[in-house]
C-alpha cells in the first residue's frame, strides 16, 4: 500500500487559479509504475472523478492523461516521478468545484478505462479543501 500526502488546496475567488499536489511514498515499488487519480467530494455528493495521470503499467512511457468533462481545458494534471509527486493545476476556477479534493493510487493497472473509476485505487490520500467562493 502507497502512503500519500497531499498539499495546497485553499479559498480562491472565481476565475482564479490554485494548485494542489500529491507525494505518494511507495514502500519500495516504483512510483513510476502507479496510475494516480484526483477525485472530489462536495457535501451531499458522491466523490467524482477529475483526472488521472497513468504509469508504466498503462504505457510503456506512462504518463497519458485523462480528464472528467467538467474540467477539461482548465484544469493540468502533471506527474514528476524523481519526487514521487503528481500535481494538480486547476484554472478559471468556478464555485461548482469546490469540494475536498482527493489523491489515489493504484499499482500496475493495465485498463486505461477503469482510471475513473474509484473502486480501482487502492491507496487515498488525507484530502484537500478547495473552496471557490467571492
Known amino acids: 500500500q502507497a502512503h500519500l500526502v497531499q498539499s495546497g488546496g485553499g479559498v480562491v475567488p472565481p476565475g482564479d487559479s490554485m494548485g494542489v499536489a500529491c507525494v505518494c511514498v511507495?514502500?519500495?515499488?516504483?512510483?513510476?509504475?502507479?496510475?494516480i487519480g484526483w477525485f472530489r467530494q462536495a457535501p451531499g455528493k458522491e466523490r467524482e472523478f477529475v483526472a488521472a495521470?497513468?504509469?508504466?503499467?498503462?504505457?510503456?512511457?506512462?504518463?497519458?492523461?485523462y480528464f472528467a468533462d467538467s474540467v477539461k481545458d482548465r484544469f493540468t494534471i502533471s506527474r514528476e516521478n524523481a519526487k514521487n509527486t503528481v500535481y494538480l493545476e486547476m484554472s478559471s476556477l468556478k464555485p461548482e468545484d469546490t469540494a475536498v479534493y482527493y489523491c489515489?493510487?493504484?499499482?500496475?493497472?493495465?485498463?486505461?478505462?477503469?482510471?475513473?473509476?474509484?473502486?480501482?485505487?487502492?491507496?487515498w490520500g488525507q484530502g484537500t479543501q478547495v473552496t471557490v467562493s467571492s
Open positions: 495521470i497513468s504509469g508504466s503499467g498503462v504505457s510503456l512511457s506512462g504518463g497519458n492523461t
Open positions: 511507495t514502500d519500495g515499488r516504483p512510483f513510476s509504475m502507479y496510475d
Open positions: 489515489a493510487a493504484r499499482y500496475g493497472g493495465a485498463q486505461a478505462r477503469t482510471l475513473m473509476d474509484r473502486r480501482s485505487y487502492a491507496s
